[in-house]
């Protein structure tokens, strides 16, 4: 079934230079947003892995490794990252502080499509630094996005910061450069996973000081594809000049939460496309 063909879909905008609220368009979101917003998500997404914890930074380290990993099949991606949890102890924060030579074995055989074992091996060093000597991941991307009071800051800040850690170069195109007009697509869906917090208890809310209102579309191949069908998004590339269209589109329909519509694009995409 086309995403334009069912009878609820609102003719799509043609002219995205023209930022008007369209009513139908707005109800036809927030329909599918209310129907993918919800606990039953989490079940067929990457999102249950960082549920399967109660500690915060468990909870954060989980989200951000699977984040990285987060492309691809996503029952591939599922299983990975339940593996890489294992190798961890299930235990991701005590883990990174308390491991020992032979503990860092056990990850460096880790792969996930082009993140191998040497990737993973990195991003738990630079992961430990950043909890050891920058009061963690929270701090980090919150003194980024007070740097310039929005998500670009945030993302190039916690780049720095990341690989501050000596790393080899292969490693840094795991690291979405902004900067280089990348879309981040999951950067920002970890923070996404972070900030927002609806009560629908897909997303965490657990970070108080990046508004949910600075969140940017994790864009993806999905909710690209949806947001150029509906006429929101004009820019053929995925990259972060379309992130940044996209998302002033959805602040249209709700400045305070636009990302809330990440389900409903992403939702019509994987669930509903043909």
Request: charged residues 25%; hydrophobic residues 40%; glycine residues 4%.
């Amino acid at each position: 079934m086309s995403i334009l063909s069912t009878t609820d879909s609102p003719q799509p905008i043609r002219d995205t230079s023209i930022r008007i609220p369209d009513v139908d368009m707005k109800s036809f979101l927030d329909a599918r947003v209310q129907q993918y917003n919800n606990v039953e998500f989490i079940h067929s997404d990457p999102v249950q892995i960082p549920h399967r914890f109660s500690r915060k930074e468990d909870i954060e380290i989980a989200a951000f490794l699977t984040a990285t990993i987060s492309w691809g099949q996503r029952k591939s991606i599922i299983n990975n990252a339940n593996r890489l949890m294992r190798l961890m102890d299930n235990s991701p924060y005590d883990f990174l502080m308390e491991a020992d030579a032979a503990d860092w074995k056990t990850v460096s055989g880790f792969v996930h499509r082009t993140f191998n074992g040497n990737d993973c091996l990195f991003f738990l060093e630079s992961l430990r630094n950043i909890y050891r000597h920058h009061h963690g991941l929270e701090t980090v991307f919150t003194n980024g996005y007070n740097n310039g009071e929005n998500i670009q800051s945030a993302l190039q800040h916690f780049r720095e910061v990341f690989l501050s850690t000596p790393h080899e170069v292969r490693v840094r195109k795991h690291v979405s450069d902004v900067s280089a007009n990348s879309s981040a697509k999951r950067l920002n869906m970890f923070l996404r996973w972070m900030v927002r917090n609806d009560d629908n208890q897909v997303d965490f809310g657990l970070w108080k000081n990046i508004p949910a209102s600075a969140l940017m579309l994790p864009l993806d191949v999905h909710t690209g594809n949806v947001a150029r069908g509906l006429g929101l998004l004009t820019r053929k590339q995925n990259d972060w000049k379309a992130v940044e269209e996209i998302t002033a589109a959805l602040r249209i329909f709700d400045a305070h939460d636009p990302i809330k519509y990440d389900y409903a694009l992403f939702g019509i995409g994987v669930f509903e496309g043909r």
